[in-house]
């Protein structure tokens, strides 16, 4: 099977629906000919972006640090989703709410600063996600695009702590890990079991506290991921990104 566009890809998974289908489906998905669109075309994205009134976050937040995850095949999809976009584009509230956490956090833990592993997703690129993980167990980690991730209004981020080379700090877990490891609702267990030490612990509640006291709410069950609005709040103000 040729393999090169998001569709194909799709396709392919739905033919091999266990996990490890992300496997078999994903490595070596790369553009095969060159009139083949890639999924997002980077310079249209941004333009759609601004547009729609979202801001590029680094220019709000000057210490954040920014890797998408998505633009590259290093993510749970192993697969680039994001071709040539790479910036962290936000609602232009949400990108504040993010300075001010970044501002606590650099009085909280001087040499430490944010870096952020995904920002705006187009809801094509959550069909797409969608599609990896429907009806698996790991469906509970990816919104369905029908209502839309939080992520698809611009009002919700990815996020770690690195340190200012941009090495990432130790959070007991790898980012979009599917497990009870990256779970916050389980991690008195995780410590009493020795499965998660105290500086791992005391990192992720570090970036919760500088996220939530700048307003934004943690999810029970990814460390990363932090909303500044509900669905019903993001849908009322703003447009989903398609
Ligand atoms: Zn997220």
């Known amino acids: 099977m040729r393999q090169g566009s998001a569709p194909q890809l799709v396709r392919c998974l739905r033919l091999v629906a266990p996990w490890y289908a992300v496997w078999l489906c994903g490595i070596g998905w790369e553009p095969a000919h060159a009139e083949e669109r890639p999924v997002i075309d980077g310079a249209a ?10 801001v590029d976050a680094q220019r709000l937040v000057p210490t954040l640090m920014v890797e998408l995850r998505y633009s590259t095949p290093d993510n749970f999809m192993h697969a680039d989703a994001y071709g040539d976009f790479a910036r962290c584009y936000l609602q232009p509230g949400v990108a504040k709410q993010l300075a001010a956490a970044a501002q606590a ?3 909280a833990r001087p040499g430490t600063t944010l870096l952020a592993y995904d920002c705006v997703r187009p809801r094509r690129v959550q ?3 969608w599609e990896l ?12 695009p029908k209502a839309g991730s939080i992520h698809n209004f611009g009002a919700a981020v990815d996020l770690t702590l690195a340190d200012l080379h ?3 700090l130790d959070m007991g877990s790898p980012y979009d890990f599917f497990g009870d490891a990256a779970e916050p609702r389980h991690e008195a267990r995780l410590l009493a079991t020795g499965h998660l030490n105290t500086e791992q612990l005391e990192h992720r509640k570090l970036l919760r506290r500088v996220m ?31």
């Open 166 to 168: 941009g090495q990432p």
């Open 45 to 54: 994205l941004e333009r759609q972006l601004l547009d729609l009134g979202l």
């Open 105 to 107: 956090l650099a009085q």
């Open 133 to 144: 993980v429907k009806g698996t167990p790991e469906q509970r980690y990816v919104a369905s």
């Open 127 to 129: 069909q797409i996600m």
């Open 212 to 242: 939530v006291g700048a307003g934004f709410h943690s999810i029970p069950n990814e460390w990363w991921h932090f909303d500044a609005y509900s669905r019903a709040a993001a849908k009322e103000r703003f447009a989903i990104v398609e």
